[in-house]
């Protein structure tokens, strides 16, 4: 049973920086491609960042340079390290395996201006 679990998230001033984590039981992060989406208040999910087996990354035009995703693969863990961040990222932000229906709960992120 696959199962992926949020945390990290909370209430940051702009500018300011949190760190997302997401432990994933019942696969290994270390071989499988993992996304970060989020979904601010009426409108639709987007896709943020994307770590594929071999290491490589990819990100939202939104994010680039501000956010980092990364993973731990002896803590099957992925992570979204985000750093000056804008009101305009204020969104419950998921964890997937990709090209999967695998997804977490999602844990809130909410930026004050």
């Known amino acids: 049973q696959v199962q992926l679990v949020e945390s990290g998230g909370g209430l940051v001033q702009a500018g300011g920086s949190l760190r997302l984590s997401c432990v994933a039981s019942?696969?290994?992060?270390?071989?499988?491609?993992m996304n970060w989406y989020r979904q601010a208040p009426g409108k639709q999910r987007e896709l943020v960042a994307t770590?594929?087996?071999?290491?490589?990354?990819n990100y939202a035009d939104s994010v680039k340079g501000r956010f980092t995703i990364s993973r731990d693969n002896a803590k099957n863990t992925v992570y979204l390290q985000m750093n000056s961040l804008k009101p305009d990222d204020t969104a419950v932000y998921y964890c997937?395996?990709?090209?999967?229906?695998?997804w977490g709960q999602g844990t809130q992120v909410t930026v004050s201006a």
């Open positions: 997937k395996v990709s090209t999967s229906t695998y």
């Open positions: 019942g696969i290994r992060v270390s071989v499988r491609d």
């Open positions: 770590i594929i087996s071999s290491g490589a990354t």
